[in-house]
Antibody, heavy 118, light 107 residues
Framework: QVQLVESGGGVVQPGGSLRLSCVASGFTFSNYGMHWVRQAPGKGLEWVAF????????YYADSVKGRFTISRDNSKNTLYLQMNSLRAEDTAVYYC???????????WGQGTLVTVSS | DIQMTQSPSSVSASVGDRVTITCRAS??????LAWYQQKPGKVPELLIY???SLQSGVPSRFSGSGSGTDFTLTISSLQPEDFATYYCQQGNSFPRTFGGGTKVEIK
């Protein structure tokens, strides 16, 4: 079955950096676009970034553009999110999600918590 | 960016009730809309895509309708396991955007 496992979250000071990873299994990773979606504590869902199956197209939310970079290594079935210049408002659970119909999200990881605090 | 507005933000209902949640897009999105269910402490799950298509494994008491800017999620007979928060999401354009959520609570 499809499985997505995120890692790399933790506590970081404002202005710091983190790199999240998402290891995929149970499907042909190199055939699917992938997303990052986040959820601040007690809040709703916010889409963060998308990367096409072949890495050719990337899209970002305005709130993270210029600070976050999405990438993938299809040989390792792994999706990444490099997060720089972190702010308190970036505190959230970060989910990786598999693209469905090039428009939706049909499988989600369990998430990794990022806390930005001094 | 396309803004998605859900109403109500919360609803209290009893087992067996019919529940309707509305989602409005700030501009037309054809039928490129999905609904997700998220239970407390759990990961969101895709219920409905393309406004009215039921995702595999989702009970038939869930249904979706609408096109353009106005959409509806209906639970025909609420079950105990349906108490959760529901989100709509537009797939028409980037950035993808979600509604603020509707919490379905026990009456």
């Amino acid at each position: 079955q499809v499985q997505l496992v995120e890692s790399g979250g933790g506590v970081v000071q404002p202005g710091g950096s983190l790199r999240l990873s998402c290891v995929a299994s149970g499907f042909t990773f190199s055939n699917y676009g992938m997303h990052w979606v986040r959820q601040a504590p007690g809040k709703g869902l916010e889409w963060v970034a998308f990367l096409r199956y072949d890495g050719s197209n990337k899209y970002y939310a305005d709130s993270v553009k210029g600070r976050f970079t999405i990438s993938r290594d299809n040989s390792k079935n792994t999706l990444y999110l490099q997060m720089n210049s972190l702010r308190a408002e970036d505190t959230a659970v970060y989910y990786c999600a598999k693209d469905f119909w090039s428009r939706y999200f049909d499988c989600w990881g369990q998430g990794t918590l990022v806390t930005v605090s001094s | 960016d396309i803004q998605m507005t859900q109403s109500p933000s919360s609803v209290s209902a009893s087992v067996g009730d019919r529940v309707t949640i509305t989602c409005r897009a700030s501009q037309g999105i054809s039928s490129w809309l999905a609904w997700y269910q998220q239970k407390p402490g759990k990961v969101p799950e895709l219920l409905i895509y393309a406004a009215s298509s039921l995702q595999s494994g989702v009970p038939s008491r869930f249904s979706g309708s609408g096109s353009g800017t106005d959409f509806t999620l209906t639970i025909s007979s609420l079950q105990p396991e349906d108490f959760a928060t529901y989100y709509c999401q537009q797939g028409n354009s980037f950035p993808r955007t979600f509604g603020g959520g509707t919490k379905v609570e026990i009456k």
